[in-house]
């Protein structure tokens, strides 16, 4: 089944610990996002990526990283630099720039110990 | 960086009635999306209406784009308890490369 896949599902980190989420897509898509959303509000941009070894930063990059070495995969990287990292995280993909629809991950709930 | 404004913040109907909610946003657009988000999942696209196009509709959603006054709204007829959820929108700029959405609107259909 083609579709969008994050994990893990849940995930605790310790104060000052880097984390990496996973995102992966086998729908082909060249654009691929991170959102990152907290109890009762929308999604903020963290980080999207148009094209292989390509990323921009979002509205709200700072603590955060992220990679685009396969079309596939689109890893978050959530640093010790983030001070409130406490979040329901979301992946999204999408087909050729603009006009399409994006589909969503499942999401990654980090919480910080 | 454009991102629409979700109105009302939040709404509450019977079964039955409909629930439409509004969209408004700041600059030229090439299309406008809406999603929807159960709670604790990721978002699910519901319908794209391009900026040539005035009114779309799909089963019980219906959306209207009026580019003069940047607007757009969702309306979903005989709403049931299913369609209990947190709708966004998504204006797109003519650059067409980021995707961002607004506060969305809670929808609570009380059955």
């Known amino acids: 089944d083609g579709g969008i896949t994050q994990s893990p599902k849940y995930l605790f980190r310790k104060e000052g610990q880097n984390v990496t989420l996973s995102c992966e897509q086998n729908?082909?898509?060249?654009?691929m996002y991170w959102y990152r959303q907290d109890p009762g509000q929308g999604l903020r941009l963290i980080y999207y990526s148009q094209i292989v070894n390509d990323f921009q930063k979002g509205d709200i990059a700072e603590g955060y990283s992220v990679s685009r070495e396969k079309k596939e995969s689109f890893p978050l990287t959530v640093t010790s630099a983030q001070k409130n990292p406490t979040a329901f995280y979301l992946c999204?993909?999408?087909?050729?720039?603009?006009?399409?629809?994006?589909?969503f991950g499942q999401g990654t709930r980090l919480t910080v110990v | 960086s454009q991102q629409g404004e979700e109105d009302p913040q939040a709404l509450s109907i019977q079964e039955g009635e409909n629930a439409t909610m509004n969209c408004s946003y700041k600059?030229?657009?090439?299309?406008l999306q809406w999603y929807r988000q159960n709670s604790g999942r990721g978002l699910v696209h519901l319908i794209l209406i391009r900026s040539n196009e005035r009114e779309k509709h799909s089963g019980r959603l219906r959306v209207t784009l009026d580019t003069s006054k940047k607007s757009s709204s969702l309306l979903i007829t005989a709403s049931r308890a299913a369609d209990t959820a947190s709708y966004f929108c998504?204006?797109?700029?003519?650059?067409?490369?980021?995707?961002?959405f607004g506060e969305g609107t809670q929808l609570t259909v009380n059955p």
């Open positions: 729908l082909n898509h060249d654009a």
């Open positions: 999204a993909s999408r087909g050729q720039f603009g006009s399409t629809e994006a589909f």
């Open positions: 600059t030229s657009i090439n299309n």
């Open positions: 998504a204006p797109e700029e003519t650059s067409g490369s980021r995707l961002t």
